[in-house]
């Protein structure tokens, strides 16, 4: 089973700073995802990087796969209150049965 | 745009009680799934339906059981509640097998064990 390790584990900055959060692993991703999960609710999708190398954005939020595909990265630009929350990666190299990190909780103060 | 409704929110249980958790999708998705989150150990699998009619162990499913109903409904059943099993529980669906199509989680139901 695909072990990922997310980094930080717990970030708080104030609104308008910018952030990265990373999400490693030791073997090859077939394709990942970011899901943010809000207190009290499910993650929610974000994005899925298939490519290595590959990058996404959407809206303030910069996704990054590595050339290996062992890596990935998600950048936040100029932080808002609205961004808070749990963000986790997800591997889905093992046929459907997903592979969850522990995820980043990040707190944006205004 | 309900998308995934899981029932109930919160629940109380003492140990040894029964109880299922209740999970329907609205998106004419074929494959669901039944998580638990527990601090700082992220989402485990706990059991999966591929299809309907189908259902498979996932990495955590001892002490559960599941019901794929029909292809909108997915339960999963607690024969004999036990305090390692508080957590939450998230049911999600995606449009066919394998995490590149995405996850739609519902809210989830918190359980606690006493």
């Known amino acids: 089973t695909q072990l990922l390790e997310q980094s930080p584990q717990f970030l708080s900055i104030q609104e308008g700073e910018n952030l990265t959060v990373y999400c490693n692993s030791s073997s090859v991703f077939s394709s990942l995802q970011w899901y943010r999960q809000e207190p009290g609710e499910g993650p929610v999708l974000l994005v899925t990087?298939?490519?290595?190398?590959e990058v996404k954005k959407l809206k303030r939020l910069t996704f990054q796969f590595g050339d290996a595909r062992k890596d990935s990265s998600l950048h936040i630009t100029a932080a808002q209150p609205g961004d808070t929350g749990l963000y986790l990666c997800a591997d889905n190299t093992n046929a459907g049965k997903s592979t969850f990190g522990d995820g980043t909780t990040l707190t944006v103060k205004p | 745009n309900a998308g995934v409704t899981q029932t109930p929110k919160f629940q109380v249980l003492k140990t040894g009680q029964s109880m299922t958790l209740q999970c329907a999708q609205d998106m004419n998705h074929n494959s669901m799934y039944w998580y638990r989150q527990d601090p700082g150990m992220g989402l485990r699998l706990i059991y999966y339906?591929?299809?309907?009619?189908?259902?498979d162990k996932g990495e955590v499913p001892n002490g559960y059981n599941v019901s794929r109903l029909n292809k909108r409904e997915f339960s999963l059943r607690l024969e004999s509640a036990a305090p390692s099993q508080t957590s939450v529980y998230f049911c999600?669906?995606?449009?066919?097998?394998?995490?590149?199509?995405?996850?739609?989680f519902g809210s989830g139901t918190r359980l606690t064990v006493v």
């Open positions: 999600a669906s995606s449009e066919a097998f394998g995490g590149n199509y995405g996850y739609t």
């Open positions: 990087v298939v490519t290595g190398g």
């Open positions: 339906s591929a299809s309907e009619g189908t259902t």
